[in-house]
């Protein structure tokens, strides 16, 4: 089994940075795909970024493409997404996930099992 855990969140002002952290435990997360999702109050959960295994493969959704970046250390067990430029609609929970899903799906949530428990991002106008 895979355990994940966020952190970095905070509150911060348009055109601020954070980076958030994704601690995971299991052995075999380091061969899992890794997307980060965020969902605002009253709106569904969306694909923010996805990373694959060995890092090497990466894809952004449109609206976070040339602000954010995901990145993983395998050795650490750590996946990051440092968001550049942030803006009052980036506000939302950050979730990262895992899974051993097909790259052309890593877009959708309901493709990734294992799941932390969220990191809140505001971002103040």
């Known amino acids: 089994q895979v355990q994940l855990v966020e952190s970095g969140g905070g509150l911060v002002q348009a055109g601020g940075s954070l980076r958030l952290s994704c601690a995971a435990s299991?052995?075999?997360?380091?061969?899992?795909?890794v997307g980060w999702f965020r969902q605002a109050p009253g709106k569904v959960r969306e694909f923010v970024a996805a990373?694959?295994?060995?890092?090497?493969?990466?894809y952004y959704a449109e609206p976070v493409k040339g602000r954010f970046t995901i990145s993983r250390d395998n050795a650490k067990n750590m996946v990051y997404l440092q968001m550049n430029s942030l803006k009052p609609e980036d506000t939302a929970v950050y979730y990262c996930?895992?899974?051993?899903?097909?790259?052309?799906?890593?877009?959708?949530?309901?493709?990734?099992?294992?799941w932390g428990q969220g990191t809140q991002v505001t971002v103040s106008s």
């Open positions: 990373i694959s295994w060995r890092g090497v493969n990466t």
């Open positions: 299991g052995r075999t997360f380091s061969s899992y795909t």
């Open positions: 996930a895992a899974d051993a899903v097909l790259w052309a799906l890593a877009t959708v949530w309901d493709q990734y099992d294992y």
